[in-house]
């Protein structure tokens, strides 16, 4: 992988290749970078022009002036996009990534052959008893956070994975995250519940660990009542962050779900 950066953008990207067809975006969790992927780059660069970002505030894309935040990821992301060419392409979010994935299918959704989310909400109708919920648990952790990084890494590896070696590598990535950064989060809640979903031009896929967060089974339950017509994946000895606790089976599922469904 490759590593850019457009002018007057805060955001590194990575690109595996441009001799495919087809290109694939992957958007990872909150506290961690795009080496979250690092099977799935691996994996699917045979057969796809694989990109990846640092989300804003995340890995290398740290170097942020005045007003920089994460609800403009979408703009940068489409800027991206138009700079390599692209016309459509196969999103992938998890966590914090399908939050981001979402709000630009909302803003771009010409833009977008196929959309799999996991570990997330749908951002368009998020319940608000729920949000209140999320939004406490988030405060604890960040309590964590402040007081210091690496308790926080250490208590959010065994939220935000499953098996051993995720939780490793999980937490190898979140202890490089910078509390300044926070401030980059601080934008989030502008994207939820501001859109009306409309009649989606490409497939949906969702979907969680089975070991995840009960709220969040919850999450994806109440989505497939919303849009039946979407896949639901639910992954065995997995947790919050499906594609490192299961990456093998994860990337079966994708390869099925962007030949079959899409």
């Known amino acids: 992988m490759k590593q850019y950066q457009l002018d007057n953008s805060p955001i590194i990207y990575y690109v595996s290749g441009r001799k495919h067809e087809e ?9 961690v970078d795009h080496r979250m992927f690092r099977t799935q780059m691996e994996s699917f660069s045979d057969k796809y022009n694989v990109l990846a970002v640092d989300i804003i505030g995340h890995g290398k894309s740290i170097n942020t002036k005045k007003g920089d935040s994460v609800d403009k990821m979408s703009a940068w992301i489409y800027d991206i996009m138009k700079a390599e060419k ?33 570990g997330a909400y749908d951002i368009n109708h998020f319940d608000m008893e729920m949000q209140k919920e999320n939004s406490a648990s988030q405060a604890r952790m960040m309590l964590k956070a402040l007081i210091s990084v690496k308790w926080f890494a250490k208590a959010n590896k065994k939220i935000s994975a499953y098996t051993v070696q995720a939780q490793n590598d999980f937490y190898d990535m979140n202890v490089q995250f910078q509390k300044k950064s926070f401030m980059c989060l601080a934008s989030l809640n502008r994207m939820v519940n501001v859109c009306q979903t409309g009649q989606r031009a490409y497939p949906l896929l969702i979907g969680c660990g089975k070991f995840d967060i009960p709220m969040e089974l919850e999450a994806i339950k109440m989505w497939k009542d919303r849009e039946p017509q979407c896949k639901v994946v639910l992954f065995e000895n997995a947790g919050h962050c499906v594609n490192m606790d299961a990456p093998h089976i994860f990337n079966a599922a994708m390869e099925e779900f962007w030949t079959k469904g899409s």
């Open 23 to 31: 290109w694939t975006l992957f958007l990872h969790a909150a506290f």
């Open 86 to 118: 692209i016309g459509k392409i196969h999103m992938v979010g998890v966590s914090l990534g399908a939050v981001l994935a979402q709000d630009f299918a909302n803003h771009y959704p010409d833009m977008v052959k196929s959309l799999a989310c996991f």
